[in-house]
């Protein structure tokens, strides 16, 4: 019986490092493109004013007449564009709030690896808890 207890939490404790993986992958992809969509956000924003503002205080700085304020216009409209849609996209896609849940799953999976190794709590409450993170984090759990 003790061999067949060291199995599955031999078994288990693999079934969690996967996940684990799994999840700290996926909070690092997220993490990544949530901080290029800020990034090109207010990046965009703030060459949207400066063209705008310095066109507006020194006329166009490019040309001459309608031309070159058109120009001006077109280049701040683009990055405004820009701006607009990347700030959307983090909105839509709640890059903050998949963020916070993939963090707490992750914390969640190193308290049962470490309650597993410990041996604190019995196989099937840990299984358990695992089964209900499961149900939580469907995204971050093999």
Do not use: H
């Not at 969509?37 to 507006?56: C, E, F, K, P, Q």
């Not at 166009?60 to 077109?74: F, K, Q």
């Not at 690896?113 to 939580?136: C, H």
């Amino acid at each position: 019986m003790a061999v067949e207890t060291s199995e599955n939490n031999a078994l288990f404790a693999k079934r969690i490092e996967k996940s684990l993986a799994k999840a700290e992958l996926q909070v690092k992809s997220l993490r990544s493109t949530n901080s290029r969509l800020g990034i090109a956000s207010l990046s965009s924003s703030a060459v949207t004013t400066l063209v705008a503002g310095v066109t507006a205080a020194a006329g166009p700085l490019v040309g001459e007449g309608i031309p070159a304020w058109r120009s001006a216009c077109i280049v701040a409209a683009i990055f405004g564009l820009v701006g607009t849609i990347s700030a959307g996209l983090l909105q839509q896609f709640k890059f903050e709030e998949r963020l916070l849940q993939g963090n707490q799953c992750i914390g969640k999976l190193k308290a049962l690896e470490v309650a597993l190794v410990t041996s604190r709590r019995s196989l099937d409450e840990i299984g358990s808890e695992y089964e209900e993170l499961a149900r939580q984090y469907p995204e971050y759990i093999l």
